[in-house]
């Protein structure tokens, strides 16, 4: 059983259930497609998405089977998301084992993307509602819209916050939030705990995202080497933004303007974003969504269900950053 999930037994038992659904799902006559497609899978992680499924179902009456099914299609597309990001940031590494691009090559890490992408609806169109199939589809639309955005602002160094905001709703939060959508749905909620859910899933994977910025800045003082990269690529994030925002001097910019980021560059990065308030302002922001995730979990129905999943969405987000 993943150790995250160690204190709760009958969550993790689950997951278990998914990830053997996904395995054998993901089985081909094939063995490059097997092993490639393994590799993914098997790459670890939280797998708090498709934890999310089943714990928005236990609120209602729900099908064992079918929230398994689902909850995996949701984890499937986590990964074939996180294949592709690795492409396009040549990330070496995904968890601390060698990414699909880094061992099978780019060109059978796109297709290995789109395997998983095509397995998501092969599992999703037996025994569901159309509506369900939209719900991913809107998920799929809405990541890539993200990551569109995101590319579209390279470089851009004047970059408002709003425009950050719409990226990681894309990126993380649309995720998050269909995960709890697609197992309040499929468990018959009512309309009221069904949007309240959905909304808790924005706010986590809001403050999620915003939070995961702010660590590559918290406990040292230089600049992880993923974030190094994406400020080559042009890529900016919150703190950095923020930074940017209240430098009235403009040497921050001008730094990322010139910089050939080697290691003492990044020292003066971070430096640099640690004083204009850059963390400091991000951090703050993180807190606000954090807030109102909890308020939203206080509406929720009062039973066992909900006080894990306050325990599960705190540990989550109350880390230190």
Same mark, same amino acid.
């Given at each position: 059983?993943?150790?995250?999930?160690?204190?709760?037994?009958?969550?993790?038992?689950?997951?278990?259930?998914?990830?053997?659904?996904?395995?054998?799902?993901?089985?081909?006559?094939?063995?490059?497609?097997?092993?490639?497609?393994?590799?993914?899978?098997?790459?670890?992680?939280?797998?708090?998405?498709?934890?999310?499924?089943?714990?928005?179902?236990?609120?209602?009456?729900?099908?064992?089977?079918?929230?398994?099914?689902?909850?995996?299609?949701?984890?499937?597309?986590?990964? =074939?998301?996180?294949?592709?990001?690795?492409?396009?940031?040549?990330?070496?590494?995904?968890?601390?084992?060698?990414?699909?691009?880094?061992?099978?090559?780019?060109?059978? =890490?796109?297709?290995?993307?789109?395997?998983?992408?095509?397995?998501?609806?092969?599992?999703?169109?037996?025994?569901?509602?159309?509506? $369900?199939?939209?719900?991913?589809?809107?998920?799929?639309?809405?990541?890539?819209?993200? $990551?569109?955005?995101?590319?579209?602002?390279?470089?851009?160094?004047?970059?408002?916050?709003?425009?950050?905001?719409?990226?990681?709703?894309?990126?993380?939060?649309?995720?998050?939030?269909?995960?709890?959508?697609?197992? =309040?749905?499929?468990?018959?909620?009512?309309?009221?705990?069904?949007?309240?859910?959905?909304?808790?899933?924005?706010?986590?994977?809001?403050?999620?995202?915003?939070?995961?910025?702010?660590?590559?800045?918290?406990?040292?003082?230089?600049?992880?080497?993923?974030?190094?990269?994406?400020?080559?690529?042009?890529?900016?994030?919150?703190?950095?933004?923020?930074?940017?925002?209240?430098?009235?001097?403009?040497?921050?910019?001008?730094?990322?303007?010139?910089?050939?980021?080697?290691?003492?560059?990044?020292?003066?990065?971070?430096?640099?974003?640690?004083?204009?308030?850059?963390?400091?302002?991000?951090?703050?922001?993180?807190?606000?969504?954090?807030?109102?995730?909890?308020?939203?979990?206080?509406?929720?129905?009062?039973?066992?269900?909900?006080?894990?999943?306050?325990?599960?969405?705190?540990?989550?987000?109350?880390?230190?950053?």
């Amino acid at each position: 059983m993943n150790e995250y999930w160690m204190e709760y037994p009958e969550i993790g038992t689950s997951l278990e259930e998914v990830n053997q659904l996904i395995i054998d799902s993901t089985k081909d006559a094939d063995n490059f497609i097997s092993d490639a497609v393994s590799s993914a899978v098997s790459s670890g992680g939280k797998m708090l998405r498709p934890a999310f499924v089943i714990m928005s179902a236990k609120f209602g009456d729900y099908d064992k089977e079918n929230i398994v099914k689902l909850a995996a299609v949701v984890e499937m597309l986590h990964i =074939a998301t996180l294949v592709h990001d690795d492409i396009i940031d040549e990330a070496k590494l995904r968890r601390g084992v060698e990414s699909v691009q880094s061992k099978y090559g780019k060109d059978s =890490a796109v297709f290995i993307g789109d395997y998983l992408f095509a397995k998501c609806f092969t599992l999703i169109s037996s025994n569901f509602k159309s509506s $369900e199939m939209e719900k991913l589809s809107n998920a799929i639309l809405k990541i890539c819209r993200g $990551e569109l955005k995101q590319y579209s602002l390279r470089y851009m160094y004047d970059t408002h916050i709003f425009n950050y905001l719409k990226i990681i709703t894309g990126k993380t939060a649309a995720l998050f939030a269909m995960s709890f959508n697609i197992g =309040a749905s499929q468990a018959n909620l009512d309309p009221g705990n069904i949007k309240n859910l959905t909304k808790i899933g924005y706010l986590c994977g809001m403050a999620f995202q915003i939070i995961d910025d702010c660590l590559d800045y918290s406990d040292h003082k230089t600049i992880k080497k993923s974030t190094m990269n994406d400020l080559k690529q042009g890529y900016l994030t919150l703190p950095v933004i923020y930074a940017l925002r209240n430098d009235k001097t403009n040497k921050l910019r001008s730094f990322l303007e010139t910089t050939d980021f080697n290691s003492d560059d990044t020292k003066i990065i971070h430096t640099m974003v640690m004083e204009n308030h850059g963390l400091e302002d991000a951090r703050l922001l993180a807190k606000k969504y954090t807030a109102k995730a909890f308020s939203r979990i206080e509406k929720l129905p009062s039973n066992e269900n909900s006080r894990i999943l306050e325990e599960v969405i705190k540990r989550m987000l109350n880390r230190k950053y």
